[in-house]
């Protein structure tokens, strides 16, 4: 395993520094307090042959930015495996770039990442984790904590504040670093501000990304941050990109299987349509329980249509009035659901929720947004739209509603996505609850 550091100051004008490596070994380090020291920089070795690694994409990267790197530790050390413990059952590494990784979320996320429940038993990953200035102390307890873990299957680490390094090659990139609403702000303005740092980030995953990058956003607003990352990312297919509305679902299936008086396990076809925000649509229509129409089996058709849409739509605000706090571990839960449904084959005839890009769409939804949907995959980390779904008036009433928001919310950042001046109409708060 190695771990890197990345250059402590950052900003897309500014030429970034680093200091050389030189062998430091695990065992040597002081638990009182470890503190980087300089290293000669060092070729990590992983536990893949090297016929199995594939050769990384090598776009073009601003002039401006170095590559350097610096690290510490247990992860520093460079080893290759004995000939005896090389098996051809492990697969070649993936890279994960992850974002706000000091934070709550990535706290529960980086370690079931790391164990090998999101990817697999049999897949050695590199985790590239990306802070800020004032996180960037927590960022080395969160390698020391992983360094401490000892998983097998975890062979790199990198920490930093500079996307441009963090983001190199990597063939994931979990994007839920974002400033969170204050007290007064308009929604507008979290829209914009947050969207400079997903355009920011969508640049750097242009300039240094795999060409087949996986972007699942989580900073809300998601959805819109989303587009605004895609439209940054040019080189990268549209179809890569998604909006995390897998918490919603799960939710949804909870409530369903309560009322139904089953596991969650037996709710299946569960769809969130639209916006991650109060304007979302649990789709109790075309939802199963034990394979049966949700609607067959909940016969109160009233507590379907009120009391379980509202439910859904508040549920994170009431877990903050509980908690004190959003949710963090469930969102992490989440969020390896929702890789896990990309890397796994859908189970025949169901299909999971994700944000996506909304062009060539069979709904009649508008094109060019960021719009949760029904999806399919194959296990190869693409999927499909399901069509196999009833659209009925209720439902369709409730779709064009989140469908207008999120229109609106392209028009309030247009000056992000290079579509003109932006011009900010929204139809109402209907920002999630708690985040206010």
Not at 4 to 25: A, E, G, R
Not at 133 to 162: C, F, H, K, T
Not at 234 to 246: G, M
Not at 334 to 360: C, H, K, M, Q
Request: net charge neutral.
């Amino acid at each position: 395993m190695a771990l890197s550091k990345i250059s402590t100051s950052y900003s897309p004008s500014q030429t970034l520094k680093s200091k050389p490596c030189v062998p430091f070994h695990g065992h040597e380090a002081k638990r009182t307090g470890v503190s980087f020291v300089p290293h000669r920089r060092l070729r990590i070795s992983c536990s893949v042959a090297p016929n199995q690694v594939q050769a990384p994409v090598a776009p073009a990267v601003p002039s401006d930015i170095t590559s350097n790197k610096e690290c510490y530790g247990v992860f520093c050390t460079t080893y290759d495996l004995r000939a005896d413990e090389k098996t051809k059952s492990w697969k070649s590494l993936i890279k994960i770039a992850v974002s706000g990784a000091a934070g709550m979320i990535s706290n529960h996320l980086l370690f079931k990442l790391a164990s090998g429940v999101v990817f697999g038993p049999d897949q050695p990953i590199a985790l590239q984790l990306l802070g800020s200035e004032r996180s960037l102390q927590a960022l080395e307890g969160v390698a020391m904590e992983l360094e401490d873990s000892l998983y097998p299957l975890l062979r790199e680490v990198s920490i930093g504040i500079n996307p441009y390094e963090i983001f190199q090659d990597c063939e994931w990139a979990l994007l839920i670093g974002a400033k969170p609403r204050g007290p007064g702000m308009e929604r507008a303005g979290l829209l914009d501000i947050n969207g400079q740092i997903f355009a920011e980030q969508g640049k750097a995953l242009n300039a240094v990304a795999s060409r087949n990058v996986k972007v699942i956003v989580v900073g809300n607003p998601c959805n819109t941050n989303a587009l605004i990352c895609l439209k940054n990312a040019p080189d990268i297919p549209a179809k890569n990109f998604h909006a995390l509305t897998r918490l919603d679902e799960n939710r949804a299936k909870c409530q369903l299987a309560l009322k139904a008086g089953v596991f969650y396990d037996k709710v299946s076809n569960m769809t969130i349509w639209g916006n991650h925000s109060t304007t979302q649509v649990p789709d109790f229509l075309n939802a199963k329980i034990n394979g049966i129409p949700a609607k067959e089996v909940i016969k109160d058709t009233k507590w379907l249509e009120t009391e379980f849409t509202e439910r859904i739509q508040k549920r994170g605000g009431v877990l903050i009035q509980k908690w004190g706090r959003s949710s963090a571990a469930s969102t992490a839960v989440s969020i390896a659901d929702a890789i896990r449904s990309l890397v796994t084959p859908t189970p025949e005839g169901d299909w999971f929720s994700s944000g996506v890009y909304t062009n060539g769409n069979p709904y009649g939804i508008a094109e060019d947004i960021v719009f949760s949907m029904p999806c399919r995959s194959k296990g190869d980390g693409d999927y499909e739209l399901a069509t196999d779904v009833i659209i009925d008036d209720f439902l369709r009433e409730r779709i064009k509603k989140s469908e207008a928001e999120l229109l609106a919310e392209k028009r309030c950042v247009a000056h992000l996505t290079g579509e003109g001046n932006a011009f900010c109409d929204l139809p109402e708060d209907t920002m999630l609850p708690g985040e206010q």
